[in-house]
Each structure stands twice: as structure tokens, then as C-alpha cells.
């Protein structure tokens, strides 16, 4: 994995991971050390026909219900490949640490983390160069789209999992709530950073908050940041923001909500 620079030493425009190191170098934010599990979605798509694997050809399986986390041949669909690039990950000493069926057929998750500051997306860079070489064996098209399929389908996202130190810490749901307040407060600029195409996916339904709205819950997967039950009722913890679209780049999105949560003064 490399940095790529001009000829004159810049940064190239897609080089996002020059600002995020410097905003992960930042010793107030260092000082955080700020741990990151981010859940890839994703879609495995049949090659010739740039529809999910499983799926009829020009039709559809049964409603969604069955395959979140499903297991069986009627419900799970590419399993070969998802334990494969499980596999290759932990070889490649990536800190992948989970996988499960996604709640529409044919798609499906993996976990990164929880890795610290800019490792996070590096891990997740790698990670999904090691899954796009694993498609390609398999004949499989992957797809990071965040909705691919219109409809009464779920979206794909890169929900980001996140504390610091001080949210870890004794009293860090107090912590939790100041960060989320100042989400709330750059919710638009956050929204336009995470990802091309959410606004398919952020509707307000199939469990996501609308595009528009930012409002934050405990255990509620409608919301634009869900808190665990287990963090509340230990009163520290971490927060989970539902807002990142599969195809986010999380250079971007890590790099932002530490500098939002930590350095930024509304």
C-alpha cells in the first residue's frame, strides 16, 4: 500500500490520506487515541447480467426476512467467497473480526477493528482490494453501490463504530453526548463527505434515518447515530454513525468525525 504525489510533491486529489494523517497526528487527537470498527457492506452481482447472485435473472427471491445472517442454500448466497476473504484478511494481519449475510440476498458484511487512527483505513483499503481480487477468481462482480437494488431492498453502508479514550473512560457517556451534539451541529457537511449516491440509500426506511434529519438513539437502527444498550447502562463506551455509504472512503469519514468530536469549536 503507497501514498501517491505530484511530480512536485502534492498530494494527488485522491490521496485522502494525507489530511487524515494529519488530523490523526494531531496531539489532542492522539491524545484520544480514537478506535474505529467499521462494517463494509457490500453486493456480490452475477457478471453478465449486473444483478445479484441467487437472484433470478429480470426477477426476484422472497422478501428480505430470512437472510440476515441466514444460512442454507435458499438463503445465503457466496459464502465461498466471503470465508475466503475472511480468511485472506487475517493472513494478510488485517484486523477483520467479523462477517454475516445482509439483510437483502446476495449482499453481505465484514468487520474491521477495532484498529486506531489512521490504521483503520488502511485496514479497510486493503481489505477491500483483497475481496475485489477474490471476485474476480470467482467470476463475481462486487459492488459497493449504496442501493443497488431499488425498492423494498436495504441499502449498503459502512456503518463506523467510534470512541476515544475520555468516551472509554468512567463518565464517557457524558463525553458520547457532547460528540454527538457536535455531529448533529455538521451533519450536512459529514453527510457530503460520506459517500456518492446516499441519498438513495437514506430514506428513512430500511432501517435509516432521513438524508435530511440527523437524530441519535439508544438501540435504534432508524437513527443517524445508534448507541448501544451495553454503553449506556455501563455509562461509557461507544457510538456507532449509521450515515457512511458503502463506497465511502474512510480516510475521509475517520478522519472527520475525530476531528469534528475532538478539535472542532462550534
Known sequence: MCDTYTPAGEPIP????????????????AAEVPWYGIE???????KEVKWPIGWPVGGFP?????????IGADKAWGRDIVDAH??????AGINISGINGEVMPGQWEYQVG???GISAGDELWVSRYILERITEIAGVVLSFDPKPIQGDWNGAGAHTNYSTKSMRNDGGFEVIKKAIEKLGLRHKEHIAAYGEGNERRL????????INTFLWGVANRGASIRVGRDTEKAGKGYFEDRRPASNMDPYVVTSMIAETTILWKP
Open 14 to 29: 485522491t490521496n485522502k490520506r494525507y489530511n487524515a494523517a494529519k488530523i490523526f497526528s494531531h496531539p489532542d487527537v
Open 40 to 46: 463494509q457492506e457490500y453486493t456480490l452481482l452475477q
Open 62 to 70: 422472497g422478501p428480505q426476512g430470512p437472510y440476515y445472517c441466514g
Open 86 to 91: 475472511y480468511k485472506a484478511c487475517l493472513y
Open 114 to 116: 477495532p484498529s486506531v
Open 203 to 210: 430514506t428513512g426506511r430500511h432501517e435509516t434515518a432521513d
